[in-house]
């Protein structure tokens, strides 16, 4: 199937589906129905039902993160919710944790980390079939020139 598309039709075909690509992102980011970034910040985004402090001043301790898989085995209940936990210590000190969605930016770079390997691999796929291409087609021209200096 890939022998009888052109170089031409091929760049055509990267070419339209890069674009749609991108069109589905921007389209994507421009009617996001997830949580803003204010909602973050404003502590809206966080899980309900999350222990705090009684006093309300808190110092956090330990950033959002994934919990980890012993804490997912024991079904802790803070990170039944999200799968995200962040550790934060009270005036009194009491240590408590409590279940976190992360940061969108955080999605947002592992995302394009993600599209970047993409297009290295494909990158580098692009390069290995056009040097194959170009030995057959060596080896090809060789066989013909053989011949024809054979005679046949």
Known sequence: MIEVCTKKRMLIAIFGL??????????Q????THHSIGDFNTGKGRGKG???CLDGKEKLVEACRACSKLELKRELPYCLDKGYVEVIVCKDKKKIFRSCDLDPHIHKTRFWVFELVCLLV???SYAMVR???KRLDTFL???INKQISEGV
């Open 29 to 32: 980011s421009a009617w996001s």
């Open 50 to 52: 999350n222990e705090s």
């Open 131 to 133: 040097k194959r291409q």
């Open 141 to 143: 021209m060789e066989k």
């Open 122 to 124: 494909g990158a580098a």
């Open 18 to 27: 890069l674009s749609v690509s991108f069109i589905i992102l921007l389209v």
